[in-house]
């Protein structure tokens, strides 16, 4: 699974998302949740290519982007 981070600066990027993901589960309990469902520490983040983990953000992003597209297609059929 390839990035499209330069390869000097996937450490530095690395960092950041560990980082983003341990507050992500820090402040939201549907997100902590998720993660401990799924076997899934972000301390355990090893790089950008660590497949468990951006897979498991994959699905979520996607799952959120049913909901948003379901979500508009209520307001819009409310709207008519």
Same mark, same amino acid.
């Given at each position: 699974? #390839? ?5 000097? *600066?996937?450490? $530095? ?5 560990? #980082? &983003? ?9 549907? @997100?902590?949740?998720?993660?401990? $469902? ?6 355990d ?7 468990? %983990? ?6 979520i992003?996607? +799952?959120?982007a %049913? %909901? *948003?597209? %379901? *979500?508009? +297609?209520?307001? @819009?059929?409310k709207l &008519?």
């Open positions: 699974m #390839g990035t499209f981070v330069a390869p000097d *600066d996937r450490e $530095a990027v690395t960092e950041l998302l560990r #980082g &983003q993901l341990e507050g992500l589960a820090a402040r939201s309990p549907f @997100y902590a949740d998720l993660f401990a $469902a799924n076997g899934v520490d972000a301390t983040l090893r790089g950008l290519d660590d497949k468990e %983990i951006i897979l498991l953000l994959r699905a992003t996607l +799952k959120n %049913i %909901i *948003d597209t %379901i *979500d508009i +297609k209520k307001l @819009y059929n &008519q």
